[in-house]
């Protein structure tokens, strides 16, 4: 069975949230518009739930759309930004020293926090490494075309330096040896860009 499946397991084990399965189920048979009123119909169910029941139904669905490759299916932007994201900031808030909360922020600095908390959660650091990589690659893409850098090399540099300790955490040896790689390319690239640029001045 595939984690993805074990997690909609817990989450027909909550018995409330049926109808965000019904939703998912439409979903995968490309019923768009029945699946977005189902999806409706479960909002409703989850503003009815105590925030320990949402909570947890949180962590649940953040983790299934992180372990598999439809993300949008199982958590669209409507309902993490009106919906998950205003409960994950109130979580934040009761419980400081929790690092679930931080881990599944859209807050950079909340993310680091999760890691700063918990340094062996596997998916926080692969959370972490694709959203980091993502960002530098996008600030570097149009260097070699002759534009200039998008971003601040400094910044990129020092997010790199903060999480290399965290990679050597990583328990499966080939995506650990994948990420120093890439970030290790990304930074001689930051690199050279700011000593060509000082060279300029």
């Not at 958590?75 to 881990?103: A, G, S, V």
């Not at 971003?151 to 499966?172: C, H, P």
Request: aromatic content about 12%; proline content about 3%; glycine content about 2%.
């Amino acid at each position: 069975m595939f984690e993805s499946e074990i997690t909609l397991k817990e989450i027909e084990a909550l018995n409330w949230a049926n109808k965000y399965l019904d939703y998912i189920e439409l979903r995968k048979k490309g019923l768009k518009k029945k699946s977005q009123i189902k999806l409706g119909e479960f909002f409703t169910d989850i503003s009815l739930q105590d925030k320990k029941s949402r909570r947890k139904f949180i962590d649940l669905i953040c983790k299934a759309a992180f372990i598999t490759d439809d993300y949008s299916v199982y958590l669209p932007n409507n309902m993490y930004q009106e919906y998950c994201l205003p409960e994950i900031n109130d979580w934040i808030k009761d419980e400081p020293h929790n690092p679930l909360p931080y881990k599944w922020s859209s807050d950079w600095e909340n993310n680091k926090k999760s890691l700063e908390l918990n340094p062996q959660d596997q998916i926080a650091i692969e959370k972490f490494a694709n959203r980091l990589i993502g960002r530098i690659s996008m600030n570097q893409h149009e260097i070699a075309h002759g534009y200039p850098y998008d971003g601040t090399t400094n910044e990129d540099i020092s997010l790199i330096d903060f999480f290399e300790k965290f990679v050597m955490n990583i328990t499966n040896a080939e995506k650990q040896n994948n990420i120093i790689k890439t970030l290790a390319e990304l930074k001689q690239c930051a690199i050279e860009y700011q000593l060509s640029e000082n060279n300029k001045s």
